[in-house]
């Protein structure tokens, strides 16, 4: 429930002959929303700060001799205007520097503005003070308009209470008039007396502490003021009845300059709620990072394992894929077989792009090193790249510039190995096949799309050429193939 801790201060003269003034009981009452009192009593600052832990915000009453109400007649203008124009409109009535003053406008009435004036330096210190009191919001009211005031009935309020050896009097006769006095050597009844000649209303409700009561009620009776004032029992319900949303609030601009920048106290839990699922997440990502790696060990030491069973008196081992990889081709070449970077494979795959979107004769060299294949173009051919890099790319190859103008192809893209192996199958079986008959005849295969394209300078001289080729296909991958014979050409294609 949203309440109001309120605390009275001592006159700013009394806290200058007291430094110590703050560690002197203070009274103060926490009310709530609603204006029902939860808490009363007297304590010293430091033991208020607890206690405004479950306030929402702290309200100081300042002494009604603090603080002086002046009226001065204002042109129209803004709000932020009037804020800026109040020194120069209360020069006249001010007896010090305004800069040294804390100068608070109420509402403009009739042309009319009351300024709520009190020093500087004491708000000032007071908000340093405070500054690291849980409560962010802190307000400082006149204790004068602090009293209620009947307009209706013009009734008005006073507050007579012993503070620092002597009697502090307050008095609201006006929605926006009051006064305040320090009566050092005066008693009671002096009090009412002066309180009389000053409250310029017909009715004054008079508050006094409740061991008074009857002794101020005699003191009325032998001045005949009975008429006049009521006494009643003090109460921090109605020493504060008259504060509201248009009571000037005298800590305004002032507790800010002292405060501190940024309330950390209200995002306590969300940052530690952050934090929290911060350290979360960092386990889960070290936990998954721990696993990843037990991972990789595993595999490492698994194809490391692979490779000594297959390798054993291989004795220098720094990366066992890649040499495992060279052994195989090693191992290919030797038995006879193609790699994917051979000579004959890139050949084949480029002749067969360069005929799909190259342009026909373009071609001037061709040379094979470093497993890529540079080809370098006539003068004045213009050479589609993007369509030749496309294409390319369906091969399982690419194709790149070199420093000198050739272009460079070679395989770096993901391979389909099945057609790859069909591909180095048919070579193979072509190529045995031709040197056990002495053929030379067969001159160029290509490959592409699951297709291969077969030539042969002389098929049609040699009409036992499609049956050679046939053959070649069976003792290399069987019958699952399709024959289609074009003019100089045979297309087999895998089904």
């Not at 703050?22 to 103060?28: D, E, G, P, R, T």
């Not at 405070?130 to 308009?145: C, E, I, N």
């Not at 309180?195 to 005949?224: F, H, I, M, R």
């Not at 369509?387 to 000198?404: C, F, G, V, Y």
Request: hydrophobic content about 45%.
């Amino acid at each position: 429930m949203a309440s109001t801790l309120y605390i009275s201060l001592p006159s700013r003269v009394a806290a200058q002959h007291r430094p110590d003034w703050s560690a002197q009981a203070l009274a103060f009452a926490l009310i709530s929303a609603e204006g029902r009192l939860q808490q009363q009593g007297h304590s010293s600052l430091a033991e208020l700060k607890t206690l405004a832990i479950s306030a929402k915000q702290v309200a100081f009453i300042l002494a009604a001799s603090d603080t002086s109400l002046l009226k001065t007649k204002v042109p129209p203008m803004s709000a932020a205007r009037l804020k800026q124009a109040l020194p120069n409109l209360l020069e006249d009535q001010l007896i010090t520097d305004p800069s040294d003053l804390v100068l608070v406008g109420g509402d403009v009435q009739d042309g009319e503005v009351t300024v709520a004036v009190t020093d500087k330096a004491w708000l000032e210190g007071l908000a340093k003070r405070v500054k690291d009191w849980p409560t962010r919001k802190f307000s400082a009211y006149p204790a004068q308009l602090s009293l209620a005031y009947d307009e209706a009935s013009q009734t008005a309020s006073a507050l007579i209470e012993e503070k620092d050896e002597g009697l502090e009097l307050s008095l609201r006769d006006g929605v926006q008039h009051g006064l305040g006095l320090s009566l050092e050597s005066a008693g009671m009844g002096d009090a009412l007396s002066m309180l009389a000649q000053l409250s310029n209303s017909p009715k004054v409700a008079a508050y006094v502490p409740a061991t008074a009561v009857e002794a101020c009620q005699l003191a009325l009776k032998s001045d005949g003021l009975e008429d006049k004032i009521e006494i009643l029992p003090v109460s921090w319900v109605n020493r504060v009845a008259g504060v509201n949303t248009n009571t000037p609030d005298l800590m305004t601009g002032v507790a800010a300059e002292h405060m501190a920048s940024f309330d950390w106290s209200k995002w306590r839990w969300p940052l530690r709620l952050a934090i929290a699922l911060a350290v979360v997440n960092l386990l889960a990502l070290n936990i998954e990072w721990f696993n990843l790696r037990r991972e990789e060990k595993d595999q490492k030491s698994a194809l490391l394992q692979v490779f000594r069973n297959t390798y054993p008196k291989e004795t220098v081992i720094s990366d066992p894929l890649k040499q495992m990889q060279q052994k195989i081709n090693i191992s290919k070449r030797a038995a006879g077989q193609f790699a994917i970077n051979d000579f004959a494979v890139i050949a084949a795959q480029f002749s067969q792009v360069w005929d799909r979107v190259g342009v026909p004769g373009g071609v001037a060299s061709i040379e094979y090193k470093d497993r890529s294949l540079f080809v370098r173009i006539k003068p004045n051919v213009q050479v589609p790249m993007d369509a030749l890099r496309s294409a390319l790319a369906e091969q399982s190859m690419k194709i790149s510039t070199a420093s000198d103008g050739a272009l460079r192809v070679s395989t770096g893209v993901k391979n389909n190995v099945q057609c790859n192996q069909r591909t180095v199958q048919f070579l193979l079986a072509v190529q045995g096949r031709a040197r056990a008959q002495n053929a030379d005849h067969l001159c160029l295969v290509h490959y592409c799309c699951h297709s291969l394209w077969f030539f042969s300078c002389s098929c049609l001289e040699r009409p036992q050429a499609i049956e050679y080729c046939i053959a070649c296909l069976e003792s290399a991958i069987g019958r699952n193939y399709r024959v289609k014979q074009t003019a100089g050409r045979l297309d087999c294609q895998f089904v």
